[in-house]
């Protein structure tokens, strides 16, 4: 079966949707057949990897209300012949309220449509809203590795240790990467979290620790992840680096049908 990552944070401005761009258009040019699945009606993760959603005749949401097939919501970046979108806009927030009503497996819908997607792509990245809602557990529920990105900041914990217990209570499961994104690098406080993250969540928490840089909005703006900015800024390495670390545990991890098992 095909591997998916989901990226999750029920806290806003952590740098989430960036991540899972980066993610999804590095997996792309390392030559993985990749599809970024944007959960987020606000579109952001669409727009970053430079999709028109206001384009594209279907999105995520009319897949999985069951009104299109999914090959018809799936639209292809112009960044790299690998990289496919099930797009997302805000004008589909209604249609969230539909998915809601339903009473029969609207959790696992996205896990049911990815099961059609053996030999057809590698690896399925998932960007999800900033709270917990139908979309996010979808998301959750059709993944196999949890990456939680986090700023240094002592709001973002708190609502890590929210995200967490819901993991835990309600799908049993735990989260697999912490990644801190946009620290200061010279900040005591970025120090200290990290440790306190470390303390509480061990080696779960990521040693890549990326830096902010105003050349990252810059690259949204332009419709392109981290990734595609230059190596030489600091923040532009830290994503592709972490993004070789997520390849990397994610191909360690067991998995039917194992396709990213292959040496990365």
Known sequence: MVKCV???NNKGGVGKTSLACSLALHAANRGYKVLLCDLDVQGNATRGVNVDALKVEHTVMDMLLLRAEPRECVTKSPLNDNLFVLPNRIT???KVNELYAMTYGREARLASFLRGLEGIVDLVVCDTPPFLNVMTVNGLVAS?????????EPFALMGLGHLCSFLDKVL?????????????ERFRLTREIKQELKSRFGDVVCDVVVPRSIK??????????PVAGPRGNKAVEGYYQLCEVILRELAKKPKRGDKLGKET
């Not at 990252?216 to 992840?225: D, F, N, T, V």
């Open 144 to 152: 196999d590795y949890i990456v939680v990105p986090v700023v240094p």
């Open 92 to 94: 589909e927030l209604r």
């Open 172 to 184: 049993h499961r735990n989260v697999d990467l912490v990644a801190v994104l946009m620290a200061g």
């Open 216 to 225: 990252i909005p810059e690259l949204s703006w332009a419709g392109l992840p």
């Open 6 to 8: 989901t990226l999750c």
